[in-house]
């Protein structure tokens, strides 16, 4: 199909996103800072952190990584902060009556999938609600139907596994499923979602009624700061996947690969199935670091030996050197990333002083770990604890209840553990789910999936061990490194607002230097700034309060007025 970009006539595939579009026509800029005009374009590549917009159809503030074209685009370069036209607008969309379900699943990843088949077989009428246009998450993202692929399985690991269950979600018919549909709000039991292309005029306005919800919404990449990783050029491991494995697109030629984790691998071997040289993988921590992590538990991880050694085949094939401590400290070039310097590291992550190399690159991907997106979580009155690395989590009991009765949470959400750890939380918080919507009591069943959540668990506690965060990673910025992408605020910045007034992390520190007020609200840098303002010994207090959880155009919000909710009707 044919598109337009900035008046130019080009020729796109369908199914590609915006992001993918520009990409392919090797445009990896098209928006520039509201503050200093610094060029922006993808960076998380999940539609978190607000780097890609771009204006579409005379439509400003579009996330180009989430957007799927249609013939006929008209896709323009946004510079600073737009305002809508008048020409870009329509009437506003017609408001719907509010859906009722007995248990509404937020999030189709490994967590949700498995809930909503748990829930379904338990006896209950189950609605999925996904912004994705098809069901597999992060983990399991699929190509576009349009790309008719020939041999999905060569894209995934335990494919024929999910295949089984994305066919038993759409072919239950106690399930319904919502794609391209995100939640916004949470209000007691009453779910606030719009359908329709993402950050797109008009879209369809809704309340959902549940008795139960599964919050099962995932994570996105942590990035830690070093200078110029705001640079065009720099992306997360997860963007530099989910380009390669949804959208075939490689985000450069030659790229580094770094951070700490296992997730790093795959990152390496969908860069090389596009094409793509890795120059390097750079694990951030020492081999010994990593060992004795594993052996406080060896045999939990006996699963992923098979894997593991098909990657060290795999980085052996392509001569791709994996260097244990060490990371990348610095970005350079002067509009896109032309090189990096990387370094060794000490215990503590601190850059051993004469171990630094500059190496060639256009692209470099970042990782370590990752942050849940616990928005509807502290909206739904969850308590918010530590999971197992050390980040937010929601807590829940034996049965995945939070601490909101009639709330259930599952994977990434109760700390970050992998795929396997998702799907058998998902399975439990769906069979409670469903009984507590339908105030039936628990068959004393399910003992494997309770089996599978203990094992998860501990693995998840032996991955935070093996691949820890070191407070070195502070020493790697600079006065004028940037904290804030959205607002441009660096790390002298930030620490004079909270030196010179006194300020802890909080709303009056947010407020002062606007760190975390912009775009993204925070998502990429709340756990840096929390980080970088704790005292020695302190646990970061990260605030997750987005009571908007997606970004929601006001003119939508104008026609969400709908009939009060049950509860809302008791309470009066």
Same mark, same amino acid.
């Given at each position: ?71 006929? =685009?008209?896709?323009?370069?946004? +510079? #600073?902060?737009? !305002? @809508? ?8 969309? *017609?408001? %719907? ?123 996105? =990449?942590?990035?830690?700061?070093? +200078? #110029?990783?705001? !640079? @065009? ?8 996947? *989910?380009? %390669? ?328």
């Amino acid at each position: 199909m044919e598109v337009t970009v900035d008046g130019r006539p080009v020729t796109a595939r369908a199914g590609q996103t915006v992001a993918a579009v520009l990409l392919a026509n090797g445009r990896d800029t098209w928006r520039t800072t509201r503050l200093h005009n610094r060029p922006r374009g993808v960076f998380c590549g999940i539609g978190a952190c607000q780097d890609c917009l771009v204006t579409v159809n005379g439509l400003p503030d579009i996330r180009a990584c989430q957007r799927t074209i249609t013939p006929g =685009d008209t896709i323009t370069t946004q +510079p #600073g902060a737009v !305002l @809508p036209t008048a020409s870009s607008s329509t009437g506003l969309p *017609a408001a %719907a009556p509010p859906l009722t379900c007995e248990v509404v699943v937020v999030g189709a990843g490994p967590a949700g999938i498995a809930a909503a088949v748990a829930a379904a077989d338990a006896g209950a009428e189950v609605l999925v609600v996904d912004s994705g246009r098809s069901v597999g998450g992060q983990y399991n993202r699929q190509l576009p139907e349009e790309f008719a692929a020939q041999r999905p399985d060569r894209l995934q690991h335990e494919w024929r596994a999910f295949v089984t269950q994305r066919d038993r979600l759409h072919n239950h018919p106690r399930i319904t499923h919502l794609p391209e549909t995100s939640v916004w709000a949470v209000e007691g039991y009453r779910l606030w979602a719009h359908t329709g292309s993402a950050d797109a005029n008009g879209r369809r306005p809704f309340a959902i009624d549940a008795k139960s919800i599964v919050l099962a919404a995932g994570a996105f =990449d942590r990035v830690l700061p070093f +200078p #110029g990783w705001d !640079l @065009p050029g720099v992306y997360t491991a997860g963007a530099a996947q *989910a380009l %390669a494995k949804g959208q075939r697109i490689a985000v450069g030629r030659r790229v580094l690969v770094a951070g700490t984790g296992p997730f790093l691998l795959p990152v390496a071997e969908s860069l090389l199935g596009v094409g793509a040289e890795v120059a390097e993988l750079l694990e951030a921590n020492q081999l010994s670091t990593v060992r004795k992590g594993w052996a406080i538990d060896p045999l939990v991880a006996s699963s992923k030996l098979r894997e593991a050694a098909a990657y060290g085949v795999l980085l052996a094939r392509h001569r791709i050197p994996l260097r244990h401590g060490w990371t990348v400290i610095a970005a350079h070039g002067a509009d896109h990333v032309e090189a990096a310097t990387i370094a060794r590291l000490d215990r503590d992550w601190r850059p051993i002083r004469g171990t630094e190399r500059r190496i060639d690159v256009d692209a470099i991907c970042v990782g370590f770990g990752f942050t849940a997106n616990l928005e509807l979580a502290v909206s739904a009155g969850c308590t918010i604890s530590t999971g197992p690395d050390g980040g937010p989590a929601a807590t829940v009991d034996a049965d995945q209840q939070t601490s909101t009765p009639g709330v259930f949470a599952a994977g990434e959400l109760t700390g970050i553990g992998g795929a396997a750890l998702s799907a058998a939380e998902g399975t439990l918080a769906g069979i409670n789910a469903a009984h507590s919507a339908r105030g039936t009591s628990v068959s004393t069943g399910h003992a494997s999936a309770r089996t599978a959540v203990e094992r998860g668990r501990r693995f998840a506690t032996a991955l935070a061990r093996a691949y820890p965060i070191r407070d070195g990673w502070k020493s790697w910025s600079a006065a004028d490194t940037l904290i804030c992408r959205c607002e441009e605020v660096t790390r002298g910045q930030l620490e004079s607002a909270a030196d010179d007034r006194g300020l802890g992390n909080g709303r009056a520190l947010r407020l002062s230097s606007r760190a975390g007020l912009g775009m993204c609200q925070g998502r990429v840098c709340s756990r840096t700034v929390a980080a970088l303002l704790a005292q020695p010994g302190e646990v970061p207090d990260v605030s997750m309060k987005r009571p908007i959880a997606v970004p929601v155009r006001l003119r939508d919000l104008a026609a969400a007025e709908v009939a009060p909710s049950p509860e809302t009707r008791e309470e009066s």
